[in-house]
């Protein structure tokens, strides 16, 4: 009788918060779902999830036929602007120049590697679709941790999709207005084709930056729930603890969860990662080398407007690279969280305690040591900042070959 009622008012405590995590969602239902319908209808137009969303369930279904529909769209753009760029490079009589055919092999690699990404999700579709439900089980999960910050995480999410789309919609117009009434209808085709390739990356870079969001909040509030703990001396307290982390519904289940999106997260990022860095490592070099080689080799012909836009080109250049950086951050600061999860846990089991809640936080901390939560681009290396300077290493390092190889060719 007396545990009964000691027990109650965890249990109450428990109920309480998760009903009204139940009617804080249904009361902006409707909202989400027009939200939700708006952003898979994006990502089922431009080429990258072959699935029906249902929102009222949280549920994916898989469809054939929008499969075929996203590989199709997923390879005819780079390869349609590819085409129209080599027929007006061939058919424009041009002289030898490295700045031609850096740009012609550019353009040769830029449509691989954009086929690259959006095809390796979609042969990817059951690992995709497998991601999405244990995040759904994550969201479901009983655990009093509080309300989720849906709206914070979506608006995260689409600030920065909406950043990066206006940025190179800015550069687009650009490059359509600057160069006045001469411009090339070739060129308007190449930057048409450009733009619906370029929404597919941005469409994709969304689904990786939205779950590496999704998972940080969760590790904080896991983290912020084991800050806020209290341990006692009370048997039936320390029982009920016990029960918070070894239970059937407690923190080591739910770490479980979490290593299992972190484990599924890291096979479908690795190749989309690696592919737009290695993008944006060609574009940095082509741009900075195109500018240096006007400077140094060409300055008689430079002109207000080239120089705009080089330097639009730049910044969006620069833009992309530090949208990839924010996501590399994301992944980075989720593994530091996780690290301070650990060391918690391992402060927490110093403190005097039942041997049975000692041995389940000892049980804890070990499944968050042989479990990292840590992220690997194809397990090569760790993403974190330092593939930035990578990036900016090898950037010179090519620049400094290829205007040695202009300069050569001008005498």
Not at 131 to 155: A, K, T
Not at 212 to 241: F, W
């Amino acid at each position: 009788m007396n545990s009964h009622t000691n027990t109650s008012p965890f249990i109450t405590q428990v109920v309480e918060r998760y009903s009204c995590k139940h009617r804080t969602y249904c009361r902006t239902m409707p909202l989400s779902e027009l939200l939700a319908r708006l952003v898979h209808l994006k990502m089922v137009a431009l080429g990258v999830v072959p699935y029906e969303f249902h929102p009222a369930t949280l549920s994916l279904q898989f469809s054939r036929s929008l499969l075929v529909y996203c590989f199709i769209i997923a390879i005819i753009s780079p390869l349609g602007r590819c085409c129209v760029f080599l027929t007006t490079f061939f058919t424009m009589k041009l002289g030898i120049s490295v700045v031609r055919y850096t740009a012609m092999f550019r353009e040769l690699l830029d449509a691989i590697l954009l086929v690259i990404p959006p095809c390796y999700l979609l042969c990817q579709h059951a690992k995709v679709k497998q991601l999405f439900e244990l995040s759904v089980e994550i969201y479901r999960s009983s655990l009093p941790l509080g309300i989720f910050p849906f709206w914070q995480w979506f608006r995260t999410c689409l600030l920065c999709s909406l950043v990066y789309d206006s940025v190179y919609g800015v550069n687009v117009a650009f490059n359509l207005v600057l160069p006045g009434a001469g411009i090339h209808a070739k060129y308007v085709q190449i930057l048409l084709w450009s733009v619906l390739s370029q929404l597919t990356k941005s469409v994709v870079l969304l689904i990786i930056y939205g779950t590496a969001q999704y998972l940080l909040m969760m590790v904080d509030q896991l983290k912020d729930h084991l800050v806020a703990g209290r341990l006692s001396t009370n048997p039936v307290y320390q029982e009920q603890i016990r029960q918070q982390h070894h239970g059937p519904a407690g923190y080591l289940m739910f770490y479980e969860q979490l290593a299992k999106v972190c484990e599924t997260l890291n096979d479908l990022i690795g190749v989309p990662l690696i592919t737009y860095f290695l993008m944006a490592l060609i574009h940095l070099t082509f741009v900075c080398y195109l500018i240096l080689t006007k400077l140094l080799v060409r300055w008689s012909y430079i002109t207000w407007q080239s120089i705009l836009i080089a330097g639009i080109a730049i910044a969006s250049y620069v833009i992309d690279l530090l949208c990839l950086m924010r996501i590399v951050g994301t992944f980075a600061r989720t593994r530091e969280e996780s690290l301070k999860t650990q060391k918690l846990l391992l402060r927490l089991n110093l403190s005097p305690m039942d041997h049975k809640l000692k041995q389940s936080i000892e049980v804890f901390a070990l499944q968050t040591l042989h479990q990292p939560i840590e992220f690997t681009a194809c397990r090569m290396f760790t993403l974190d900042y330092t593939v930035l300077f990578s990036i900016a290493a090898a950037v010179t390092n090519y620049l400094i070959i290829l205007i040695q190889f202009e300069m050569a060719i001008e005498q």
